[in-house]
Every structure is written in structure tokens, then in C-alpha cells.
């Protein structure tokens, strides 16, 4: 009998390593292992779990140590590196780009750093193809297909993600997947396909595609995520329904769905044993019924996780299903709780950086909660599934906002009624049409619109049920400690009836549900620079009131900054709703994130240079004239430019606008020149004198005068660009300019979101990067660099454009 004791122990190991802010070093690895190694023999009688608790911080350190070392050096940008691969996975085809992944031939000639591993690329349709000829069935891109061999050039970076408050964490995912480089390829010319689609994942594209021309509706895309885990067919508003009825874990192939496909063919089998039970005589009894059942389980499973392409979930819930298997044919009792300890030190010894997805603890706590509170053998059925309910819900409530920053009220009414039907009903179908059409094609038609069918009129249900605002509720971020506490809170609630104090659980529900947002005092101010790449958002907050200037880029059916970054950062730091938005100017790294925004957030009073053509696309748009301000909370707001009068002349006709507080000043700059640097230094001297300046035009060469710089007397001077943008901002001159003039530098590709506080005991900055340090951090990396593999003789550089 295993105690649970080992698995918690080799968990919390685990997590000791993981969130530490860098690897350990090998010497203080190898000194932990022969630690743990000869725990014992001097003391006999010490806990073996600290041994255990000891080695899953060492595996998990030579993994992580690992994993890093393995991905593309952080500093370099590799151009035109020529590669040759098989596209695994199911390619995403977008309007003008197709994103796919990359498997590198394992061979001498390929790039040493990236032979056998997985890189995530983008075709970009070149700017020369007419927008009716972007999205064409015949386009090169769009023969990218899954299963398929390709060679192209392309250019290659270490994987790199924006860092903001409340947005996931696009490095600890791909270090998850094991992506080791990202890039896109550079020329269409160089790019062949060197052999057609073949093997499973092509055979789970084609399978998509006639799904999708033989079921009729929107069904279609559900029918292709619940059969085959393909979701490249859920829009923004599907997630968005999915989110707000907390059904985003049911929708595609599951851990839930692989285990209902293992017990169906269990039962399968059992009863074929029961109608033909010659294969157990020719076996001489060595193989009974229920190890017979187990292995069919296992291979249940095993199946229906290569037909959702081997995800990292399926993977892991095979892996469960394989070792129960093998420990319930030992014939030796076990209960459920060793059970669930024997899986999770499977799945922790098979991959140690799984403690970082969110799946495994919704699915292993979800589990532990219930095995604890549920009752056996009632009789109860249907009381027992309410019940199940209602202990997840309040269970994983606090890893839900913990992980996510939200928690759904409309959940507990979708989920009993979406479990059963679509787990029982609409997968079902959905897989048996999927086997019908392996064994010929059409056999499933008839079975997947069955599927559609059943599926279509929940969903307009639970649209209903989401359509209201209250339906999702997003939460601040929280301390470290509030979700703890919340967990404890919750197994304090599930305790028996007569326990006392439950009612006092109540309390320890408050840091995770009514966290402390950290407002600023009155005549305080808070100014944010977020981290949205090569564009720019602001958001400025005071006591009672929150201005966002700019809202980062976006692209047709692509990034939009608006929606990835800046509205999951308002969200974690308690911005309920807008009262003043500025759009600097009309081009698009600045305004391109406004509508996202916008629908996210009820937005006062909107701002914008006259004449900019901006008024077409947002409503009751004011313009942004020098001279005009108002006051919040004893702060004082001023636009500084442009006058009365002055022509639209995109960059130099930014609005600039003037952050006043009883302890400082700020300067939002937009993308302004020298020459209107120069004039506002002119007009009024005083005025440009801040602590904090965001630098204009994300420190370009043409803007930031010497006479400029010198005279706003800037304690920092924050800086927007992308890492590794095209037009190579900031460029060094501009930041030894501004250094040489006392101001700290930082930059939003290196420390993430760059919190700046106005408040009575100084001016302070905080970066993101720096809040919550990670060691798998892009940028700490960068400046301590990693071994990696040789990447000799390939050629570094950025593409550079013109300043704009």
C-alpha cells in the first residue's frame, strides 16, 4: 500500500524547484541528491518522505536545467536559417498567416541548436499579395498541411512572450511544450514541400476537413473539437461563451473524455469476454477477465489520445490510466486515495514541468476533493452527481481565480447539465462516426449530425445563460497567500455538519475574492506601462479613477493587443470600468487595441487628435486640444499637445498629455519628434519637467532632443518597444541620451509591465519581471545565457525598416 504522504512530498519537491527565480546550479544539485540518497543510512529511523521530497527537487532542477539549455540562445536573432522538417500538429490557417509547428530533421546538416526539436513558426503573406489574393485555397502558405515535409528559410528567436499582470505566461507555455525556438518563415520563394501530408496527424486533418463538409451549421466546429480536439474553428466569442459556462475543460479531448473512452472499452470487452470466453482458455488462465479489461482500458485510451494528435493532457491522463492498470493487475487492494498518489508520482517522475500547467492541478485536485468528501455506495445516484457538483465547484474555486482571475456564477447551472449530455451523448456519437469513417469514408456522416444535432440547442442554452453580465466575474489579482487560505476556507466548509466555526471559513474567502487593489492615495498616482510589444498602452489610476492612454496593436483575425494584453491587465488590477481612454494618434500600435478594450470596458469620456479619422471608428470621440485638463482626486490631467488648429500629421500631431500629482509628474508622449519636443520645450519649460516620461516613439532616432531631454529633469524615462523589433527601437543612442541626463532607462521588453508610483515616500518603479521572477524568464536568461548547442556559422541580425 503506497501512502499518499510520498506524493505530496515528491509534489511539494517539485514546486520547491519550479518556482525558484533560476535553476539551481549542478554542484548544488548533485549535493541534494547524495543528501537525499544517504538520508537514511545515518538515520534509520528518518522520514523517508523528506528523501522523497529531496529527490523531486533534484529531478526537477536537471529537467527544468534541461529544457532551458535546450532552447535557442536568448541574445541571438538568427536570419535565414534553412531548415528542413515535418509540421506536426494541426497547422492554423489565419488570414494573410498560417502558424504551425515544426518538428527539425535530426540530421548533420541542420542547425546543431535546433536538430529533432520542436520550433512554433508563422508564413506571413508577403505585402506585395492583393488582400483578395491573401486568403486564397491555392496560396503557397496554405499547402502547409499536417504530416507534410517542408525545407524554407526562415528566421529563428528564442521563445519570447509579453509579461502583464493577469495575461498568461506565453514563456512557461511553450518550456511546457517544449518549443525551443519560434520565428517565420522569410522568403516564400525558398520554401518547398518536400513530401505530401502522411501519418496520424494527416489523417486527423483530413478527417477534420470532412467533417466540416459534411455537417451542416456551426456544429461542425464543435463535432471536430469533441472528436478530434480540434478547436481551430472556435472564434473569440466561442471561448468567450465557454469561459463565462466554465465549460472550457469539456470542449476539446480531455483527461474526463479519455477516461470515459478507457471504461467504455473496458466494458467493451468484458462483455465480448462474456459472449466468446474461448480467449481465456487458449491463454492457460493467465490472463483474466479483469486484467484483459485493463489492458483494454489502457489501450482505449491510448487510442483516442492518438487521435487527439498526443496532447500534453491525453498524454498525461494515459499515463494514469497505464500505471493504475499495472499496479490493479498485481491483484493488491488499493484505495482510491493510493490510487490517485501512485498517478500523481507517475505523471511528476514522466515529466516534472507538468506542476506547471494548469491542467494538472484542476484534474488531480478535482479528483482529491472529491475522493474526500464524497460518500460511497448510497445508492443515490443522482444525489451523489449534484453533490460531485457542488464539492468541485467550491473546491476548485480558489485555483480557478488563482489560475485564470476569474470565477464563473453561471458554472454550477452549466456544468451538471453539460457533463452528462455532452460526455454521454454528443462524444459518443461524435467518436463512434469518427470509427464509422476510419473503416470507410461516409459511414460517420449521418452519426456527426446526429452529434450536431444534439449539441446545437444546448448550446444557444447556455448562451442564454451567459448573455448576462454577471455571468463571469473577473477578480483582481490576488496576494500569494489567498488562494492557500482559500483552500483551507473550503475544506473547512466541507467538513461534517457540527463542526464549529464553519461559518467563520467565510472569512478566509476574503484576499482571493475582495483582494487589496492598492490604490493610490488621494493626490497619488499610479502610472503603468504595459507591455504589449512593439506598440503602446498607459494606464494612469488615482484614488477613484482610471485613464488608459493607448491600447497597443492589432491585426485582422491576428494579435490584438487590446484583447491579449491590456484588458487581462486592467482586469487584474481592479479597473471596473474606464473614465477617460486617449488615442494618441491613428496608427495602429497605438490605436489598433481600441475596440477590444472597449468591448471589454464601458469607456467615459474618449479622446483623440481633430481630424484624425478616428471618429469613424470610435464613437463620441473629443479631441485631445492643448490646454484642456481636469482634475481626479487631487491630480491634475493637461493636454500639452497638439494647439488649436494644428493639421493631422499622424505622429506629430500625438496627443501629449501632463500627469500632475502632489509628488511628482508624469509626461505621456505619444510618438512626437524632435521638432514638436523642441516646441513644447519653447512654449512652456515648466511643463515638461516629470519624474516619469514615457519616452516618445518608443525611443526612435527621431525623436528625444538633447534640449528636451535635459530640461524634464526625468528620474525615468520608460520605454515601449517590442524585443527584437524590426525598426530596432530603442535605438542605444536614445538610452545613453536619457542615462547620460540621470534617468533611469527601463524597457518593457526587458522587466514586462513598468508600474511607476507617484506617492508621498517617493517615486517608485516595479517591473513585472522583476515582481515575479520565473527561471524560465526570457529576458533573465538573456542576461545570464544558457548553453544550448552550437549555433556557429548561421547569421545574426535583425530585419530593420526605415524610421518611420
Known amino acids: 500500500m503506497l501512502d499518499p504522504r510520498f506524493a505530496l512530498a515528491l509534489l511539494a519537491g517539485t514546486l520547491a524547484c519550479l518556482w525558484l527565480p533560476a535553476t539551481p546550479a549542478p554542484w548544488a544539485l548533485l549535493c541534494l541528491a547524495t543528501a537525499a540518497a544517504l538520508l537514511r543510512w545515518p538515520a534509520p529511523r528518518a522520514p523517508l518522505w523528506v528523501a522523497v521530497c529531496c529527490a523531486g527537487f533534484v529531478l526537477a532542477g536537471l529537467r527544468a536545467d534541461r529544457a532551458l539549455s535546450r532552447q535557442w540562445p536568448s541574445s541571438p536573432v538568427a536570419a535565414g536559417v534553412a531548415l528542413r522538417g515535418t509540421v506536426v500538429d494541426l497547422p492554423s490557417h489565419e488570414p494573410r498567416r498560417t502558424r504551425f509547428t515544426l518538428v527539425v530533421d535530426d540530421a548533420a546538416d541542420q542547425p546543431p541548436a535546433l536538430r529533432g526539436r520542436r520550433l512554433r513558426l508563422s508564413w506571413y503573406d508577403g505585402f506585395d499579395v492583393p488582400p483578395d489574393r491573401a486568403d486564397a485555397a491555392d496560396a503557397p502558405r496554405r499547402q502547409v498541411a499536417a504530416g507534410s515535409r517542408w525545407a524554407f528559410a526562415a528566421k529563428i528567436r528564442a521563445p519570447r512572450g509579453l509579461r502583464n499582470p493577469g495575461a498568461g505566461d506565453a514563456e512557461k507555455h511553450m518550456l511546457i511544450d517544449r518549443i525551443v525556438a519560434t520565428g517565420h518563415v522569410r522568403d516564400e520563394a525558398s520554401a518547398t514541400r518536400l513530401a505530401p501530408p502522411r501519418g496520424i496527424d494527416a489523417w486527423r486533418e483530413r478527417l477534420s476537413a470532412r467533417i466540416a463538409a459534411a455537417v451542416p451549421g456551426a ?97 498525461r491522463t494515459v499515463l494514469m490510466i497505464a500505471v493504475v492498470a499495472a499496479a490493479r493487475s498485481l491483484r493488491r487492494a488499493q484505495r482510491p486515495a493510493d490510487t490517485l498518489a501512485l498517478a500523481t508520482i507517475a505523471v511528476l517522475l514522466f515529466d516534472p514541468l507538468s506542476a506547471l500547467s494548469a491542467g494538472f492541478w484542476l484534474s488531480f485536485g478535482g479528483v482529491a476533493w472529491l475522493l474526500w468528501c464524497l460518500p460511497r455506495g448510497e445508492g443515490r445516484p443522482l444525489r451523489e452527481f449534484f453533490a460531485a457538483q457542488g464539492v468541485a465547484t467550491l473546491g476548485l474555486l480558489p485555483l480557478g481565480v488563482a489560475l485564470f482571475g476569474q470565477a464563473s456564477f453561471a458554472a454550477p447551472l452549466a456544468n451538471p447539465l453539460a457533463i452528462p449530455w455532452w460526455s454521454l451523448v454528443v462524444v459518443p456519437l461524435s467518436l463512434l462516426g469518427t470509427a464509422l469513417d476510419a473503416v470507410h469514408a461516409g459511414w460517420g456522416v449521418p452519426l456527426w449530425r446526429l452529434a450536431a444535432a444534439c449539441f446545437e440547442p444546448s448550446w444557444r442554452f ?107 491587465a486592467l482586469h487584474a488590477l481592479g479597473v471596473p470600468a474606464l473614465d477617460a481612454a486617449v488615442v494618441s494618434h491613428g496608427d495602429n500600435d497605438h490605436a489598433g487595441g481600441f475596440g477590444a478594450v472597449a468591448a471589454e470596458f464601458a469607456v467615459d469620456r474618449r479622446f483623440g487628435p481633430p481630424d484624425s479619422g478616428l471618429d469613424a471608428e ?21 493636454f500639452l499637445h497638439p494647439p488649436r488648429y494644428f493639421p493631422y ?56 532632443d538633447p534640449g528636451f531631454v535635459a530640461a524634464t529633469g ?91
Open 618 to 638: 470610435i464613437d463620441r470621440l473629443r479631441d485631445c486640444r492643448a490646454g484642456e485638463g481636469w482634475t481626479w482626486d487631487g491630480v491634475r490631467f493637461r
Open 462 to 568: 447556455f448562451g442564454w445563460l451567459t448573455d448576462g453580465p454577471l455571468s463571469l466575474w473577473w477578480l483582481p489579482e490576488p496576494a500569494w497567500f489567498a488562494a492557500p487560505l482559500a483552500l483551507l476556507a473550503a475544506f473547512w466548509m466541507l467538513l461534517p455538519r457540527g463542526v464549529p466555526g464553519r461559518a467563520l471559513a467565510l472569512l478566509l474567502w476574503l484576499p482571493l475574492l475582495w483582494p487589496d487593489r492598492r490604490l493610490p492615495r488621494a493626490g497619488e498616482a499610479e502610472v503603468v506601462v504595459l507591455d504589449v510589444g512593439q506598440g503602446l498602452s498607459v494606464l494612469v489610476r488615482t484614488r477613484g479613477h482610471a485613464l488608459l492612454f493607448d491600447m497597443g496593436p492589432a491585426q485582422p483575425d491576428g494579435f490584438d493587443a487590446g484583447e491579449r494584453a491590456v484588458s487581462p
Open 714 to 804: 526625468a528620474r525615468f524615462a520608460a520605454l515601449s518597444a517590442g524585443d527584437g523589433n524590426r525598426f530596432r527601437h530603442p535605438r542605444p543612442a536614445v538610452v545613453a541620451r536619457w542615462r547620460r541626463h540621470g534617468a533611469r532607462a527601463p524597457l518593457t521588453a526587458d522587466g514586462g509591465a513598468l508600474r511607476f508610483r507617484l506617492a508621498a515616500d517617493g517615486v517608485s518603479l516595479a517591473t513585472e519581471r522583476g515582481r515575479h521572477p520565473r527561471l524560465w524568464d526570457a529576458a533573465a536568461l538573456r542576461r545570464q545565457p544558457r548553453g544550448g548547442g552550437s549555433a556557429a556559422g548561421l547569421s545574426y541580425g535583425r530585419d530593420a525598416l526605415p524610421e518611420r
Open 649 to 704: 500629421l499622424r505622429n506629430e500631431s500625438s496627443c501629449v498629455l501632463r500627469i500632475e500629482t502632489a509628488h511628482g509628474a508624469a509626461l505621456l508622449t505619444g510618438d512626437i519628434g524632435q521638432v514638436i519636443e523642441r516646441d513644447l520645450l519653447r512654449l512652456d519649460a515648466d511643463a515638461v519637467r516629470a519624474e516619469v516620461v514615457v519616452v516618445a516613439h518608443h525611443g526612435s532616432a527621431s525623436s528625444s
Open 219 to 315: 456544429g461542425a466546429r464543435f463535432v471536430q473539437a469533441l472528436a478530434l480536439g480540434d478547436t481551430r474553428g472556435l472564434d473569440d466569442a466561442d471561448w468567450t461563451r465557454l469561459r463565462a459556462a466554465g465549460l472550457t475543460h469539456l470542449i476539446a479531448i480531455s483527461g474526463f473524455h479519455v477516461g470515459l473512452v478507457a471504461g467504455a472499452a473496458a466494458l467493451a470487452l468484458r462483455g465480448l469476454w462474456w459472449l466468446w470466453p474461448a480467449p481465456g482458455r487458449w491463454l492457460g488462465g493467465r490472463l483474466v477477465r479483469p486484467q484483459a479489461a485493463l489492458l483494454a482500458a489502457t489501450a482505449g485510451a491510448l487510442g483516442y489520445a492518438a487521435l487527439a494528435g498526443f496532447a500534453l493532457p491525453t498524454v
